[in-house]
């Protein structure tokens, strides 16, 4: 069974940083592209990253670039999100996905707010 | 960027009849490879989204019969064929033709 577990969320200060972690596990993490989608309270939701197999691809929506950086240790299975330079409009149920967003975890919850 | 937009924005809707959502994008979802990235998303009331729909008329494993997908180009469609109770929440549709993947602004179905 595929799973995913975001970890890592929390309230954070303007001008913060805070990384997310998403434990995969259930099928060969290293075969499969992998995500980050977000969504804000009570809002719609919002594609932020996506990593290639190897690492080797990064993409980014245009309001976290250069803030957020997306990684993967594929030896641990795990996904990350770097995220710096944090906003309150990146405050957001942040969701681990896996290639065309097929499998979802449950979400982290990110709090910016001073 | 592309911008996908939905219409209707709410449905309410009457237990066992159909219901439609509208898609579109901005420019045509058609990739170099030939796919039509454009897939349909589900999300109940506290729970995360999950995949309905891919590639515009696939579905998911264990997604009921009643769902459908179909369009192509800049247009499509999710149909209902006969809605019930645990269809409720808030309905997506999403391109993954083009970086960066882009949202429709989500379709609230609801129980007359």
Same mark, same amino acid.
């Given at each position: 069974? &595929?799973?995913?577990?975001?970890?890592? /969320?929390?309230?954070?200060?303007?001008? !913060? =940083?805070?990384?997310?972690?998403?434990?995969? #596990?259930?099928?060969?993490?290293?075969?499969?592209?992998?995500?980050?989608?977000?969504?804000?309270?009570?809002?719609?939701?919002?594609? &932020?990253?996506?990593?290639?197999?190897? /690492?080797?691809?990064?993409?980014?929506? !245009? =309001?976290?670039?250069?803030?957020?950086?997306? #990684?993967?240790?594929?030896?641990?299975?795990?996904?990350?999100?770097?995220?710096?330079?944090?906003?309150?409009?990146?405050?957001?149920?942040?969701?681990?996905?896996?290639?065309?967003?097929?499998?979802?975890?449950?979400?982290?919850?990110?709090?910016?707010?001073? | 960027?592309?911008?996908?937009?939905?219409?209707?924005?709410?449905?309410?809707?009457?237990?066992?009849?159909?219901?439609?959502?509208?898609?579109?994008?901005?420019?045509?979802?058609?990739?170099?490879?030939?796919?039509?990235?454009?897939?349909?998303?589900?999300?109940?009331?506290?729970?995360?989204?999950?995949?309905?729909?891919?590639?515009?008329?696939?579905?998911?494993?264990?997604?009921?019969?009643?769902?459908?997908?179909?369009?192509?180009?800049?247009?499509?469609?999710?149909?209902?064929?006969?809605?019930?109770?645990?269809?409720?929440?808030?309905?997506?549709?999403?391109?993954?033709?083009?970086?960066?993947?882009?949202?429709?602004?989500?379709?609230?179905?609801?129980?007359?």
């Amino acid at each position: 069974e &595929v799973q995913l577990v975001e970890s890592g /969320g929390g309230l954070v200060q303007p001008g !913060g =940083s805070l990384r997310l972690s998403c434990a995969a #596990s259930g099928f060969t993490f290293s075969s499969h592209w992998m995500s980050w989608v977000r969504q804000a309270p009570g809002k719609g939701l919002e594609w &932020v990253a996506t990593i290639k197999q190897d /690492g080797s691809e990064e993409h980014y929506v !245009g =309001s976290v670039k250069g803030r957020f950086i997306i #990684s993967r240790d594929n030896a641990k299975n795990s996904l990350y999100l770097q995220m710096n330079s944090l906003r309150v409009e990146d405050m957001a149920v942040y969701y681990c996905t896996r290639d065309q967003l097929n499998y979802w975890g449950q979400g982290t919850l990110v709090t910016v707010s001073s | 960027d592309v911008v996908m937009t939905q219409s209707p924005l709410s449905l309410p809707v009457t237990l066992g009849q159909p219901a439609s959502i509208s898609c579109r994008s901005s420019q045509s979802l058609v990739h170099s490879d030939g796919n039509t990235y454009l897939n349909w998303f589900q999300q109940r009331p506290g729970q995360s989204p999950r995949r309905l729909i891919y590639k515009v008329a696939n579905r998911d494993s264990g997604v009921p019969d009643r769902f459908s997908g179909s369009g192509s180009g800049t247009d499509f469609t999710l149909k209902i064929s006969r809605v019930e109770a645990e269809d409720v929440g808030v309905f997506y549709c999403v391109q993954g033709t083009y970086w960066p993947f882009t949202f429709g602004p989500g379709t609230k179905v609801d129980i007359k």
